[in-house]
Structures are given as structure tokens and as C-alpha cells.
């Protein structure tokens, strides 16, 4: 299965910097997926990357996988205390059927964000 | 819109005691369904998927089982908890389609602790 290994493991930031975390993987990723955990939740999507050098945003969230495939990042533009939380890639580990797959997941960056 | 529901949110249970985690959704037909574990340090670690009614995966050797008695109702079993079997636990669903990938959507969890 995919190893993936996320960077930093922590982050505390003053409201408005910008911040990257880091997903790198041991093998070539063919779906890379970002995750947010509130405190005690579940995880919410945010966004799915497939080809090489593809970029999505979603408000001031940007993510992005490298022409090789085998690491991505997201950045967060002028951080504000909503974007708090445990940020976590995952990525395919086992397929279940014609293009589902069960994820394997990265331990996940803890984000937190000071006034 | 497609929602998923788990229940309990919060569980206390002493070891040697059975367990029952349901997990249901609505809005969609024929989905994967997934149960993870999360526990701290570890990451979340894939115990059990199903492509439909009956049919059942298991990915770690555990005092744990799942089933699948309805087409959107997965249920997380135990007959006796061991300590061990402690952390926040994660059902999860994705649309099965051919040509492309699918996210995972999560529930809300499980705060299980065994006593």
C-alpha cells in the first residue's frame, strides 16, 4: 500500500500568514485526496487531484500534485481561526470495485491559528 | 444530497463487553461502504469495506467484525471489547462508477473507550 508521510506534523500560525503542508508519497499516487478533521469529527473533503501538475482551489485553499506524481501540497492563503484543524492527504490503497477505492491516509498535519 | 449518518457519537464500555456501531446513508444506491479506525499517532487504519450486501473485506486480523444486512447500513461488531479496542471509529462511504475515482465521505465518528 501507499506510505504517505505528511510534513510538518504540527503548524501554528498568526491569522493571515500563509502556510504549506507537505504530502509526499513512496509510490506513484493515481488519486491524491485532501482532508479536514475538526477536533473530535469526521473528515470533510476537500479536494481530489489525479493528473500530473494539476492545481484546484477551494476559497483560499490551493492544492497540487507534481508532474511525478508522488507529492503533493497545500497552501492556505492569509490563514484565518476557521481554518483550524487536522489536515490529512490519503490516497488510493486497495480497490474495491471498477474505480472504487478504499484510502490510505497520511498521520496528518494539526493546524492552528493564533489571533 | 447524499448524507451519512453513525451512531452512537460517544460509547463507554467495559472489556468483555459486545459492541454495536451502525452506520447509514441516505441519498445514494449500491454505495462502498468503509469502516476506520483513528487513534492517536497512528493515523486512521482501514478495518473493513464492502462493495454490497453481504460481501465484506477485512483488512486487519482483529476482535472486530462488520456486516452489511441492508444496502446503505453497515454495522460494526464486537462480542467481547478488549482494551485495545479503544479509539474514535470512522464509517465511510464512496459512489462506485466506472472512468474515474471517488472520494470518500465521512460520518461523524465514534468516540468508543473501553474501560
Known amino acids: 500500500s501507499q506510505e504517505l508521510e505528511q510534513s510538518p506534523q504540527s503548524l501554528i500560525v498568526q491569522e493571515g500568514k500563509n502556510l504549506t503542508i507537505n504530502c509526499t508519497s513512496s509510490k506513484t499516487l493515481y488519486g491524491l485526496y485532501w482532508y479536514k478533521q475538526k477536533y473530535g469529527e469526521g473528515l470533510i473533503f476537500l479536494m481530489m487531484?489525479?493528473?500530473?501538475?494539476e492545481e484546484k482551489s477551494h476559497e483560499k485553499i490551493t492544492a497540487k500534485l507534481d508532474e511525478k506524481k508522488q507529492q503533493s501540497s497545500l497552501h492556505i492563503t492569509a490563514s484565518q481561526p476557521s481554518h483550524a484543524g487536522i489536515y490529512l492527504c490519503g490516497a488510493d490503497q486497495r480497490r474495491v470495485s471498477d474505480s472504487g477505492y478504499a484510502l490510505n491516509f497520511g498521520k496528518g498535519t494539526s493546524l492552528l491559528v493564533t489571533p | 444530497s447524499q448524507t451519512i449518518h453513525q451512531w452512537p457519537a460517544t460509547l463507554v464500555q467495559p472489556v468483555g463487553s459486545p459492541l454495536s456501531l451502525e452506520c447509514t446513508v441516505e441519498?445514494?444506491?449500491?454505495?462502498?461502504l468503509y469502516w476506520y479506525r483513528q487513534a492517536a499517532g497512528r493515523g486512521l487504519q482501514l478495518l473493513f469495506y464492502?462493495?454490497?450486501?453481504?460481501?465484506i473485506s477485512s483488512e486487519v486480523p482483529q476482535n472486530l467484525s462488520a456486516s452489511r444486512p441492508q444496502d446503505r447500513q453497515f454495522i460494526l461488531s464486537s462480542k467481547k471489547l478488549l482494551l485495545s479496542d479503544s479509539g474514535f471509529y470512522l464509517c465511510?462511504?464512496?459512489?462506485?462508477?466506472?472512468?474515474?475515482?471517488?472520494?470518500?465521505?465521512f460520518g461523524n465518528g465514534t468516540r468508543l473507550t473501553v474501560t
Open positions: 465511510a462511504w464512496s459512489v462506485s462508477r466506472t472512468g474515474r475515482n471517488s472520494p470518500l465521505h
Open positions: 487531484l489525479q493528473k500530473g501538475g
Open positions: 464492502s462493495v454490497g450486501i453481504g460481501q
Open positions: 441519498g445514494t444506491s449500491n454505495p462502498n
